[in-house]
């Protein structure tokens, strides 16, 4: 309670805080034995985010991605994401674990939000039934730390993120793992990273709101 209510008078007094700041020093004194379930939108995003935090601890990639309305973009995005994690050398271990793939649990979470341009209030719910079911899964399988990739897309509202982050930790007791991995070029070295292991660039976020977007434009 006491950190929900601090983060709402951060809120309230409209302070920006460097997550990615946030993020370095508590790396600076986490254990090599920490384990992380690590939400991924998509293996491009992925990249540079596995290669950043491998050096650290030991990571779980869990796919969860009921906003990818299309089972076949689905279907491509998660092989990649899978191919990604087998080919890619680090230090620590790193897994694959893929959510269930339901898509009408998004179009049931978005319903009359239908509308909303891509980075609004739609895209602040779909965050958080992502990161829900990953906290979720944080809790269940015994993880230290949950977090997401989602904050290296310049597209992405990172500070509206990690404040869902922080409260899920609440509601489930799994520490959030704060980040704004676009910081210090994260977003390039990803683009980079995309290139070297050739992995398919999307150019929509995923759900059919986005692609008809991304049509309009």
């Keep these: 309670m006491r950190k929900k209510l601090f983060w709402n008078v951060?809120?309230?007094m409209n302070i920006k805080i460097n997550y990615q700041k946030e993020l370095e020093k508590l790396l600076k004194n986490i254990s090599?034995?920490?384990?992380?379930?690590?939400h991924?939108?998509?293996?491009?995003c992925s990249s540079y985010v596995i290669s950043y935090l491998s050096n650290y601890m030991d990571i779980t990639?869990?796919?969860?991605?009921?906003?990818i309305t299309e089972r076949?973009?689905?279907m491509k995005r998660a092989k990649e994401q899978e191919r990604l994690i087998g080919e890619m050398p680090t230090l620590h271990k790193v897994s694959?674990?893929?959510g269930i793939y339901d898509e009408n649990a998004f179009f049931d979470a978005v319903k009359g939000y239908e509308e909303c341009r891509e980075g609004g209030d739609r895209c602040k719910i779909c965050y958080r039934l992502r990161l829900d079911e990953t906290a979720k899964a944080a809790n269940i399988g015994g993880f230290d730390y949950f977090s997401t990739t989602l904050t290296i897309s310049p597209l992405k509202n990172a500070s509206a993120i990690n404040e869902i982050g922080y409260g899920l930790s609440e509601k489930y007791g799994v520490k959030w793992l704060p980040s704004d991995f676009k910081k210090n070029e994260g977003y390039k070295k990803s683009i980079e990273?995309?290139?070297e292991y050739s992995l398919y660039r999307q150019n929509y976020c995923g759900c059919i709101f986005s692609l008809?977007?991304?049509k309009e434009q």
């Excluded at 990639?61 to 906003?67: D, Q, R």
């Design 40 to 44: 991924s939108c998509c293996a491009p």
């Design 212 to 214: 008809r977007d991304s």
């Design 96 to 98: 694959f674990m893929e």
């Design 193 to 195: 990273l995309s290139k």
């Design 72 to 74: 076949y973009e689905y």
């Design 61 to 67: 990639v869990f796919y969860y991605n009921p906003n």
């Design 32 to 38: 090599p034995k920490t384990k992380l379930l690590l």
């Design 10 to 12: 951060i809120d309230s």
